[in-house]
């Protein structure tokens, strides 16, 4: 098969994969259905690469690119976060802001994607113009993670109880606190008391919980919401906690029910 063959072949595979709704495929498995070499296999990747038909996400993965997208080079994260998280050989669901803007955070349209996968660590993948960063987390309840429907599948996804917590507990991956309120003044909507207290009893950071419950509370007015923290927390041992952890205070009073010290002024962005 010369190489002008090769093309045309590999060619009418992709959009055969893309008429399935498939949007991704590995090295291996086009060597393997078309027999070939590793020099015919560089130099068809290549000319799918300069003909913007194909982008490489990872090494030996590589995302297919309908012509709608072939300006940006890439694909919502939706079209393909399954098949790589599978390819890596990791648990994953998709969290943070990028949950949050599934949820209905219309305001939320992050650059950067956030998908918390199970250790150890991943790089972060900067494809232009979105970048996609991997949290670390040893295990979570399946309980408070969905499966959403994308035009290429489903995706797992934080519950809105469990992306309100992960956006205190991740707050300085995304911004710090005030970006995490501003978030969670438009995700209050999706959020009910009873799916939020079980989400909570199984967060293992009580630090995380006394946060939430205060910016609930204090900042927020979301009194149901952050009863339903509270109700938690009375069945732990908690002490005081900076609200910044990354700011040192020299006030260590807490004038709230959730020992926390006030030790920034939380300002929401205008929505």
Not at 135 to 148: E, H, I, P, R, S
Not at 224 to 242: C, E, F, G, M, W
Request: charged share 25%; glycine share 4%.
């Amino acid at each position: 098969m010369n190489n002008g063959n090769t093309y045309e072949y590999l060619s009418r595979y992709l959009d055969q994969l893309r008429s399935r709704g498939r949007y991704t495929f590995t090295g291996d498995e086009i060597i393997a259905e078309f027999n070939l070499s590793d020099e015919a296999y560089q130099k068809v990747i290549q000319r799918l690469t300069d003909k913007e038909r194909i982008s490489r996400l990872r090494q030996n993965f590589y995302l297919i690119i309908p012509p709608e997208y072939a300006s940006l080079q890439t694909l919502p994260l939706g079209y393909f976060i399954d098949d790589l998280m599978k390819f890596l050989e990791r648990d994953y669901y998709v969290g943070l802001l990028t949950a949050a803007m599934y949820h209905g955070a219309a305001h939320q349209q992050p650059q950067t994607q956030f998908v918390v996968s199970e250790p150890p660590y991943l790089r972060p993948i900067k494809n232009r113009p979105q970048s996609i960063v991997f949290c670390l987390k040893k295990g979570w309840n399946a309980d408070f993670v969905t499966q959403q429907k994308t035009d290429a599948g489903y995706i797992n996804i934080s519950s809105p109880a469990l992306t309100a917590l992960d956006l205190i507990f991740y707050s300085d991956r995304i911004g710090g606190i005030n970006r995490a309120t501003t978030v969670l003044a438009e995700l209050v909507f999706e959020l009910k008391p009873d799916p939020l207290a079980k989400a909570a009893e199984d967060f293992p950071q009580t630090t995380t919980l006394q946060r939430l419950g205060y910016l609930f509370d204090e900042v927020l007015q979301e009194t149901t919401l952050a009863d339903a923290i509270h109700s938690v927390l009375d069945n732990r041992k908690y002490y005081p906690a900076q609200l910044n952890p990354k700011t040192d205070s020299e006030n260590q009073k807490t004038p709230n029910r959730w020992k926390i010290i006030p030790n920034t002024n939380v300002e929401i962005d205008e929505l």
